[in-house]
């Protein structure tokens, strides 16, 4: 069965720290790995789309890892701001030629960054 | 910021109501989505449409219908709204198939 989980499930940290969140997933066959982030109440927003071939993509102080062999991806958040409260949501697209149908979406991992 | 608008943000209704949750998106995008999301919860694709009058049912099953008469423009209707549908149904779109999913803000239902 695919299956996307996030650890942890929560996490709090004082701004300027830095933080990992873990996906692992078991979605066979690979398309592409996504993480969004959601702010309460509003809509997902991408923040990376990684293909089997790359291992590292940032965007801005976020930053993507992508192990295809053990099948983990890593966000690495940097100097994390009050503005980075929110959930990270890993989403694996599964199928050859990535039909949308086939996105296997994680629960997220609720960040909270405190002063 | 993405050009995908979902109306009403918020709605709160009786059981038995008709509703339609409105979904536009100026990107011209063909592939169009919605999904549902519960507290803590992780999406769920309720319908999608890959063009006009294209329109599938997703892995979650809705008591939702939807339609796609015009490309900007897929909405979702209940025909009779009932506590068990109270949730946030988030619409989205995309330029092509794998592609980057733009998410409206969301629509949160609640059906008393």
């Known amino acids: 069965k695919n299956q996307v989980e996030q650890s942890p499930q929560s996490l709090i940290i004082l701004e300027g720290k830095n933080c990992t969140l873990q996906?692992?997933?078991?979605?066979?066959?690979?398309?592409?790995l996504r993480w969004y982030k959601q702010d309460t109440g509003r809509g997902p927003v991408s923040l990376t789309i990684?293909?089997?071939?790359?291992n590292t993509k940032s965007n801005g102080r976020y930053t993507a890892t992508l192990d295809a062999d053990t099948k983990q991806s890593s966000l690495h958040i940097t100097a994390s701001q009050l503005s980075d409260s929110a959930s990270y949501i890993c989403?694996?697209?599964?199928?050859?030629?990535?039909?949308?149908?086939?996105?296997?979406f994680g629960k997220g991992t609720k960040l909270s960054v405190k002063p | 910021e993405a050009d995908i608008y979902q109306t009403p943000r918020y709605l709160v209704i009786g059981t038995g109501k008709k509703i339609t949750l409105e979904c536009s998106q100026t990107?011209?995008?063909?592939?169009m989505y919605w999904y549902q999301q519960d507290p803590g919860m992780e999406l769920h694709l309720i319908h999608y449409?890959?063009?006009?009058?294209?329109?599938e049912k997703g892995d979650l099953s809705s008591e939702s219908t939807v339609s796609r008469i015009r490309t900007e423009h897929f909405p979702l209707t209940l025909e009779s709204a009932r506590p068990s549908h109270t949730s946030q149904y988030l619409c989205?779109?995309?330029?092509?198939?794998?592609?980057?999913?733009?998410f409206g803000e969301g629509s949160r239902l609640t059906v008393l």
């Open positions: 989205a779109s995309s330029q092509r198939l794998a592609g980057e999913l733009f």
């Open positions: 996906c692992n997933y078991t979605v066979s066959p690979f398309s592409n």
């Open positions: 990684m293909t089997f071939s790359e």
């Open positions: 989403v694996v697209s599964a199928g050859r030629g990535g039909s949308q149908g086939n996105l296997i």
């Open positions: 990107m011209g995008h063909d592939k």
């Open positions: 449409s890959y063009g006009v009058n294209s329109t």
